[in-house]
């Protein structure tokens, strides 16, 4: 998990793919993955109801 909020935070910090999959080694296409995805989702909000699976009283 960590090397995909690593990959975020070096891309909005205008760092390049190439130099982001060196720096967290990792491919390319893993970099792309992650850049994609959180353009598409966002970073989830962790809510402890949900994890928890706990319905209402």
Not at 11 to 37: E, P, Q
Request: with cysteine; charged share 20%.
């Amino acid at each position: 998990m960590h090397e995909r909020y690593q990959t975020i935070l070096l891309d909005l910090h205008s760092v390049s793919t190439k130099d982001i999959s060196k720096i967290i080694g990792s491919s390319l296409s893993t970099v792309y993955n992650y850049i994609n995805a959180y353009r598409k989702e966002g970073i989830p909000v962790c809510d402890s109801n949900h994890l928890l699976d706990v319905g209402p009283f």
